[in-house]
C-alpha cells in the first residue's frame, strides 16, 4: 500500500481544484468588464489631455520668455535711435527695430494661438472630468456587485485551504517539500495519475518495472515530466 501516493493524489485535485476557483475569482463579468473598459480609457484620456496641457504651458513659459527678451530689445533699439548721428545709423536703427517688432508680433501671435490651443483641449478635459464622476460611480457599483457575488466562491476557496492543510499535515515534511517543489516547476501540478499505462500529464508510457515499483507502494516519478505518478488502485 502506498498511503503516500494517494494523500498526494488527494493534496493534487485540492491544489488543482483552487487555482481554478482562483481563476474564477479573476474573471471579470461582462457586466463589469464593459464599465471597466470605459473607465479605463476615460483614464487614459484624462491623462493623455492633461500631458498635453503639460507640454503646452511648458511651451507657453518658453515662448513669454523670449516675447520679453524682444521686448527689452525692441526698447534698447529705440533708446538707440535717439542717439544716432547720422542717416546711415538712423538706417540702420531702423532695420533692427524694424525685425525686432516683427519676431515680437510673431511671438504674441503664437502666444494667442497656443493661449486657444490650450483652452481647447482645457475643454475637452473639462468634459471628460465632468462626465467622471458617473463613470466612477456606475465603475464601484459593478465592481462592488461583483465581488459580492463572490462570496460562495470565497467560502468554497476557504474550505479547499483548510482541506489542504489538513492533507498536508498528515505528509512527512521531505515528501511535502518535494511535492511542492515539482508542482511549482510544472504549472502546479506535482502528481498525475495514470491512466492505461500512461502519464495522464505527459502521455509518457510507464514502463512496467516502474509499475512493478508502484504496485509495490513505491514513491515513482514519471519519466517523461518527473511528476510523481499515482496508480489508481481498485477499491478492495
Ligand atoms: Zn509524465
Known amino acids: 500500500m502506498n498511503d503516500e501516493a494517494s494523500k498526494l493524489w488527494e493534496l493534487q485535485q485540492v491544489i488543482s481544484e483552487l487555482a481554478?476557483?482562483?481563476?474564477?475569482?479573476?474573471v471579470k463579468p461582462e457586466s463589469f468588464a464593459a464599465v471597466d473598459r470605459e473607465y479605463q480609457v476615460a483614464n487614459e484620456d484624462m491623462e493623455r489631455l492633461q500631458t498635453s496641457l503639460d507640454g503646452m504651458s511648458k511651451e507657453r513659459?518658453?515662448?513669454d520668455g523670449e516675447?520679453?527678451?524682444?521686448q527689452e530689445l525692441l526698447k534698447k533699439y529705440q533708446g538707440q535711435l535717439m542717439q544716432v548721428k547720422n542717416q546711415q545709423q538712423y538706417a540702420a536703427a531702423w532695420k533692427e527695430i524694424d525685425a525686432t517688432r516683427k519676431h515680437v508680433k510673431e511671438l504674441e501671435e503664437s502666444v494667442l494661438k497656443s493661449m486657444t490651443d490650450a483652452d481647447a483641449v482645457q475643454k475637452?478635459?473639462?468634459e471628460r472630468r465632468g462626465g467622471f464622476d458617473d463613470l466612477k460611480s456606475r465603475y464601484d457599483t459593478e465592481h462592488a456587485a461583483w465581488q459580492g457575488s463572490l462570496g460562495d466562491l470565497r467560502a468554497a476557496i476557504e474550505k479547499l485551504k483548510v482541506k489542504q492543510e489538513e492533507i498536508e499535515s498528515h505528509l512527512p515534511e521531505k515528501l511535502k517539500r518535494e511535492f511542492w517543489r515539482?508542482?511549482?516547476?510544472?504549472?502546479g501540478v506535482g502528481v498525475a495519475r495514470i491512466v492505461g499505462d500512461t502519464c495522464s500529464a505527459c502521455r509518457t508510457r510507464v514502463r512496467p518495472a516502474l509499475s512493478q515499483q508502484l504496485k509495490r507502494g513505491e514513491l515513482v516519478y514519471c519519466?517523461?515530466?518527473?511528476?510523481i505518478l499515482y496508480l489508481e488502485r481498485p477499491a478492495s
Open 223 to 227: 519519466e517523461g515530466c518527473h511528476r
Open 20 to 26: 481554478e476557483l482562483d481563476r474564477q475569482l479573476n
Open 182 to 187: 515539482i508542482a511549482k516547476q510544472r504549472a
Open 124 to 126: 475637452q478635459l473639462d
Open 67 to 70: 516675447l520679453s527678451d524682444q
Open 61 to 63: 513659459r518658453r515662448v
